[in-house]
Each structure stands twice: as structure tokens, then as C-alpha cells.
């Protein structure tokens, strides 16, 4: 079953990817040291998973017996993909720019 190729279940993909997935990240973005270079890993695996799991949510949005349900997905993982990138943007930015 590959989330990627639309072959997995929504339900799972939700839980697995998206619940279960982002716990270790949390947690990993509160243990390692908000240095430069140790503070962009887990926000670049971070940046990462959120795009694998918005990707899997979007190929996998109609494999759920409830047929609504996938364009409220589709719409979703379109706006969190936005967001996402925007968020990544600026953080980048204001990470890599020498302060005033």
C-alpha cells in the first residue's frame, strides 16, 4: 500500500501519516538545540513530512466510503500546502537574513 500512488485507505493515511507521524517531530523540534544548523534538521524533515503527508492526503482523499469526504480533503490539503510553503518561506527568510 502506497499512500503516494493513492493505494491506501484514508483513514490511515490520516492517523499513520498525519497523527502518529507528527509526534517525533514535535518532540524533536523541543529537544534539539535551536542552533543554526541543528535547529533547520528537524524543520526541514518537518517541512518534509508535512508535504509527504499533504501529497498522500490528496491522492488517497476518495478511498473512504464516504464520497463527500474527498473534496473537503482535497480542499484542505490544498490550503495546508499553502500554508506550509508560506510558513517554510518565511522562517527560511528570516533564519538566513542578518538581523538590522
Given at each position: 500500500m502506497n499512500p503516494l500512488r493513492g493505494e491506501s485507505r484514508l483513514l490511515r493515511v490520516f492517523w499513520l501519516y498525519g497523527v502518529l507521524a507528527a509526534v517525533p517531530a514535535l518532540i524533536?523540534?523541543?529537544?534539539?538545540?535551536?542552533?543554526?544548523a541543528l535547529g533547520l534538521i528537524p524543520?526541514?524533515?518537518?517541512?518534509?513530512?508535512?508535504?509527504?503527508?499533504?501529497?498522500a492526503l490528496w491522492r488517497c482523499a476518495y478511498n473512504t466510503e464516504r464520497r463527500w469526504l474527498g473534496p473537503v480533503v482535497r480542499i484542505a490539503a490544498a490550503l495546508s500546502t499553502g500554508v506550509l510553503l508560506i510558513i517554510a518561506t518565511t522562517t527560511i527568510v528570516q533564519t538566513v537574513s542578518p538581523p538590522n
Open positions: 524533536a523540534a523541543f529537544i534539539v538545540p535551536q542552533s543554526l524543520f526541514v524533515v518537518g517541512v518534509a513530512g508535512a508535504l509527504y503527508f499533504q501529497i
